[in-house]
Structures are given as C-alpha cells and as structure tokens.
C-alpha cells in the first residue's frame, strides 16, 4: 500500500515537473532570452598579484601604508573604514607617537553629545577611536569599506579594476542596447556590477597623492596600494591565520602519522577491512 | 546489543568498583564504545563517518559557545559584533571561521554518512529506528545552520531569511498569518533575529539528544556492514576498543588535516561575498543564494516554475522541497529487497550512482542563478530525484535478481578455504 502511494506521489512531482519544463522549454524556444548589455560588457576583474596572496603571502607594510595615505588623501572624503580603530595602524609599522597624530589630524572629528546640555560638539580622534563615520550627500551611498575585499567577488582585483577601468562608454554598447546609455551624473564602469556607477573616477591623474617613499604615484600604482591596504582592513589577522595554519597542519600531520602507525599496529595480524 | 560473546565489565581498580556499584557510568561506556561492544570485523573508511559527524557536532557546539558570549543578537549591531569577534575578541577569528567552515564540515560528513546508508542499505530491517531518527537529526541540522546562517545579519543572511520564511506563506488560507507569527513582523527583523539566534542555540542540544538515541538504537541490533549479512558468530565481529577506536582516531586525523586547511587558508571560500555587506531591507541581492549544502533542495524549490492542477508554482515547490528529505522517512518500506548491500544489487547500485550525480547536478542548478538553462537542468534532475526514491526504488527490489552473498563476515573477509584452514565453524 504504501509503495502505490509512493508511486503516486512520485509520478505526482515529476508531472509537475515534466509541465514547468514543458512551458519554460517551449517559451525558451520561441522566445529566447536577448543578452543584456550586463551580459555582454560586464568585466571580470583583471590580474592583481600582492604580497599577501597565497599561503605564504604576508603584507608588505610600505605598500600598505601608501594604500593608506591613498584612502586618507582620497577615498575618506566619501568612504568610512568604521570596523578599524587608529589603535589598529600600529600593524602597518606606525609607531604609537604617530598613530596619535595620525588620529589627532584626522581630518573628520568625534562627534559628542553633552548630556548635562544637550549640545552637541566634536573632538579630535584619539588612537582607541575607530574612523569616524562619513557623511555624504550627494548621489549614491558609498560604502563602508572596511570588509570591501571581502564583499565583493574577486576581492582587491575587484578594487584595483574599478579605480582603473572607468572609460567612455563603447559606442558599439549604445548602438546596441540603446537603453543602457549611463544615466545622467553616473559613470561607465565595464568592471561594476550594473556598469553604471555613481562614483565619479576617484583617481584623476598621476601624482594626485605625493609618496614618502618616493615610489612614483602612477594611477596604477595608487590602485594597486589601495587595493592592498583593503585586503588588510579586511582581515588585519590574515598572516597571523596562515601562519598559525601552517603550525597547526604541522603538527596534525604528524599526529595522523603517528595515529595511522596506532591503527595498523593494533591491527596487525587481524583480517579486516584495512 | 550485547552478543553472547561481549566481553563483561569488570573493574580491577577498587575506585572503580566503588563507581560502578553506585553509578555503572564506566559500565556504559565500556558497552557503548568500548571493549564491551562487539563490530563486524570488516567496516570500511565509510563507516568513519557517524564518529566524525559527532566530532563535528562537538566542534559547533564548543565554537558556538564561546561566540556566544561575545555575539550580539540586535539587528542594529550583530553584523558588528561579528566584526568585533573577528577583530578585538582573542582568537574570535578562528572561532567564527571554525564555527562557519565547521557547518561546512559538518555537512559534508552527513552527506556521507547518509550515502553510506543509501549504498550499504542501513536503513533496512532491523535497523530502521537508526534511520528515523538519523532523518530528524538531519533535518534538525538544517533549521540549525539556517538560523545559524542568518545571524551575522549580512546580506544573505537577511535575503535568505526573507526568501525560506517566506516559504511559510505559500500554504493556502493560514500562510500568511503563519509566516508574520513565525516571523514576529511582516519581514524579518530584530524579533526574528532574536528568536532565531535562541532557537540556534537550543537546537544543537536537541539535536545531542537526538544522537544519543540514534547510537542507543544502534546498539539493539548492533553495526552494519559493508556485506550487509549479519553478524553470525564471534569471529565475525572484533572488539570496538583497540579495533576501531585506532581505527577511527586515523580517521579523525585526516578530517582534521582537511577541516583545518580549509579554516586557516580558505576560510571565505565557501561563504558568500553578499554576507560582509551589512543587511540592507531597501536592497535586494542580484542573486539570493543559500549555503551550498542546501543547494540540491533550493534547486527542487525553485524548480516548479507553472502552477500544476490549480496548485501555485510557489507551493508545488515548497511541497516538494519538504518532501524531498521526509519522503527518506519511508525508505525502509519503499525498498522491499531483502539484500542490504549494493554490492550484490546489480541494479539499484547503477540507480544509486545516477542519483549521485543528479544530486551534484540539482546543487549546482541550485547554487546558479535561477536563469536558463539552470531551470531546465534542475527540473530534469529533480524528475529522477523523485522517481528514484518514489517510484525506481520500490520496482527495482522486485525486479532484480541480487548476486550472491558470501555466507558470513568472517568468509568474505577471509574466503572460504582459509576459513576452513583455520577451523572457523562455516
């Protein structure tokens, strides 16, 4: 009785399947489905190799802290990092005297609230302080971008395309897909998920940041420091995992040796399975 | 079960004599996962897998714990006080990416252990109560890592709440009273996130429970094993402890040597990008994916896209989805084939293969956005995934004709000259 019902019950499903299958086969058929501009002109992210990629990679603080001064000059007047605190600096090789400043100069203060007036004020940043918010008015929300590497698919390739690959929109797309113009007051991106993006190009010209280091300021070259400095704000724990992993599969390693060599000891002289 | 054979606890230590006059807990054990417990002699790496999935449970709980006491459930700061454990807690990164990954594992060791059943016939006579209760533990995983998933109230987290509650609302007349009682609002919010964070907490413990029954109603009939012919006689069977306790600490050695890779060098690689972006109710994902393990069943859900008899597309895919794991509450009954191992079922083990890869197809379907030809791939896959269970399963154990079995264990493992030589009774 039981096996009927699952008969039934069986046959019931694959109908209804066999019949989704049908209409959406033959819609599929008569109407196949037009390739959308996204389809056809959205980019994966192009190549970006970095000190810390790979199992071995660790960070190369210079190139961190120029993706700093970067975000600093650049980015923090539209983007916050609120997951970091100043504190956090110290790992790029900032020593506490200039984590201080650095906090003390930040150019957006704290915001307090007195509550014994109720006014409200602002503060300089102190080192225990995370990055102050940001606030933006004009059109798009930027995102934070403390976990960017992490949030988008391809990670700091991701960032170092987008700030390079702003260009005019091919005129080949507009003739196209006429409806995909870039609306007005955003701009062509191939590497952004609509192609239409409302940052304008945050990297201008070389030299737009002047490097202590005396590495020239190429737009590529302040790509690729930003885009390193994300993978850090992502995950300023990165190396300290990779190199704990190594010591952990170490010794685990070696432990399932030995608990291989336990195994076929006590097994020795016994026919089984092994 | 205790065969005749069994060896009987008896404690030499005067501590221990005391203990187990007052408490047999040393007893227990010993019966349970000791030296008391006689096992077929002949289990494969595939039958590793129960211990390692308890391991796992072990793992989500210790990790869960602990990330509890630094979590916060409020939607205005838990995806931030997930940052905070990654960032400030000591050693919170490797807690939440044992925790995450751990699902992962988890996951990963069921679907093997449940294999293990499919091919090995396990759930058969007299061990179907083993079964059932596997089915509600699995189910109970899921609810666990769903609401698990939802936590960090990222993007997915968010979508992915919105998208499986929903599915509460496809039930005609009650649905959409269920889906905001269930919900605790129209959409998921601080009181879903509440709730969902309790109930991710307490079911584990169910879920403990559960697994003490599960290994109870192990112990009545005692282990399967790869021939599936029953244990007949002492030499049939070795002692759980040396035997497989060295056995299953290898075992455990590898999973950790994997589990381990995967949480230091590519902890992300099975989440999604969406979840590090703060939830956003005014901004839908371009495509709202849930964890891979439940992709197999996403893809069954998704797959009914007309309304069949007067039955919306939306609540043919919900009862099928939910049918999809709790049509394996009838699978003792549904195949009538005395033999218990596909290794002597010449035609079911070419089904159960097929069904292997229509399962990998269904989550890869499930895990692609819902777009053609994925659509039409999932609903070719999902036919067979039905029928083999509903319809190929009960014909099949009638039709074929089983090769033949060895007469015991102790023959398979040794053959039968030397079994003979040995002066083995036959």
Same mark, same amino acid.
């Given at each position: ?274 | ?34 030296? %008391? @417990?006689?096992? !077929?002699?002949?289990?494969?790496? =595939? $039958?590793?897998?129960? /211990?390692?999935? +308890?391991?796992?449970?072990? #793992? ?87 609401? %698990? @998933?939802?936590? !960090?109230?990222?993007?997915?987290? =968010? $979508?992915?709440?919105? /998208?499986?509650? +929903?599915?509460?609302?496809? #039930? ?255």
């Amino acid at each position: 009785m039981i096996r009927i019902f699952a008969i039934l019950a069986g046959l019931f499903f694959a109908a209804g399947l066999a019949w989704s299958f049908l209409l959406g086969a033959s819609s599929y058929i008569s109407e196949p489905p037009a390739k959308t501009a996204v389809e056809e002109y959205h980019q994966h992210p192009k190549e970006l190799q970095l000190a810390s990629d790979g199992a071995f990679g660790r960070f190369d603080n210079e190139q961190l802290q120029r993706g700093f001064q970067v975000y600093k000059e650049v980015c923090s007047n539209c983007h916050s990092l609120r997951y970091l605190a100043f504190r956090d600096l110290k790992d790029l090789g900032y020593n506490d005297d200039e984590v201080k400043a650095i906090a003390a100069q930040w150019s957006t203060k704290q915001p307090t609230f007195d509550p014994k007036t109720g006014d409200k004020g602002e503060r300089p940043n102190v080192p225990a302080d995370h990055f102050p918010l940001v606030y933006y008015a004009g059109q798009g929300t930027p995102p934070d971008l403390s976990l960017i590497t992490k949030a988008r698919h391809g990670g700091p390739a991701y960032v170092y395309s987008l700030l390079t690959g702003y260009q005019d929109q091919p005129a080949e797309l507009l003739k196209r897909f006429p409806d995909a113009k870039v609306p007005e007051g955003l701009h062509y991106n191939p590497y952004f998920a609509s192609l239409a993006i409302a940052m304008p190009p945050p990297l201008t010209a070389d030299g737009q940041v002047s490097y202590g280091d005396g590495t020239k300021a190429t737009r590529d070259q302040m790509a690729k420091d930003v885009a390193a400095f994300l993978v850090w704000t992502a995950e300023p724990s990165l190396e300290k995992r990779r190199q704990l992993g190594w010591a952990v599969l170490g010794f685990l390693i070696f432990a399932t040796v030995l608990t291989y060599m336990a195994y076929q000891n006590v097994w020795a002289g016994k026919k089984g399975n092994h | 079960m205790s065969f005749p054979w069994a060896n009987e606890y008896t404690p030499t230590h005067p501590f221990m004599q005391w203990l187990d006059a007052k408490l047999p807990l040393p007893r227990f054990v010993y019966n349970a996962v000791g030296a %008391g @417990y006689p096992v !077929p002699r002949n289990l494969n790496y =595939f $039958w590793n897998f129960g /211990v390692l999935a +308890g391991f796992c449970l072990v #793992i989500q709980i210790v990790t869960g714990v602990i990330l509890a006491m630094h979590y916060a459930a409020n939607s205005d700061i838990a995806f931030a006080s997930v940052e905070h454990i990654m960032r400030d807690v000591n050693w919170g990164w490797m807690m939440r990416y044992a925790h995450a990954n751990g699902a992962s594992a988890f996951f990963v060791v069921v679907y093997i252990h449940i294999f293990r059943g499919f091919f090995y016939g396990s759930y058969k006579a007299p061990r179907e109560m083993i079964w059932l209760l596997g089915v509600v533990i699995f189910l109970l995983m899921m609810a666990t890592a769903f609401m %698990g @998933y939802v936590l !960090p109230w990222g993007q997915m987290s =968010f $979508w992915g709440a919105q /998208v499986i509650t +929903g599915l509460f609302s496809a #039930i005609p007349i009650v649905g959409n009273a269920l889906h905001t009682w269930l919900l605790g609002g129209f959409a998921p919010d601080n009181a879903a996130l509440n709730r969902f964070f309790s109930l991710h907490f307490l079911l584990p413990f169910v879920i403990v429970g559960l697994v003490i029954l599960h290994i109870w109603a192990l112990h009545i009939p005692g282990s399967s094993n790869p021939t599936g012919v029953e244990v007949k006689s002492e030499s049939d069977t070795v002692p759980f402890h040396p035997y497989y306790t060295a056995k299953d600490g290898f075992g455990l050695g590898v999973f950790l040597v994997l589990y381990c890779a995967l949480v230091f060098f590519f902890p992300n690689y099975l989440g999604h990008p969406d979840n590090y972006i703060p939830a956003n109710p005014m901004q839908t994902p371009a495509h709202i994916v849930p964890e891979w393990y439940f992709w197999p069943f996403y893809a069954i859900l998704r797959a009914f896209t007309q309304n069949f008899l007067f039955i919306p597309a939306k609540l043919m895919g919900v009862l099928a989805m939910f049918s999809a794991i709790l049509m394996w509450f009838f699978l003792p009954w549904l195949d009538r084939s005395p033999v218990r191992s596909a290794r002597y079922r010449p035609m079911y083990k070419w089904f159960l293969w097929v069904l292997v890869v229509d399962v990998v197809v269904l989550g890869y379907c499930g895990g692609s956005p819902a777009e053609e030809p994925f659509v039409m791939i999932s609903q070719i896959a999902a036919i067979y995934y039905f029928l083999h269970f509903l319809v190929i399963l009960p014909i099949v154990s009638s039709l074929e004709r089983p090769e033949p079995l060895p007469f015991s264990i102790t023959e398979s493992v040794l053959g039968r000259d030397e079994q003979a030589a040995l002066g083995v009774p036959a």
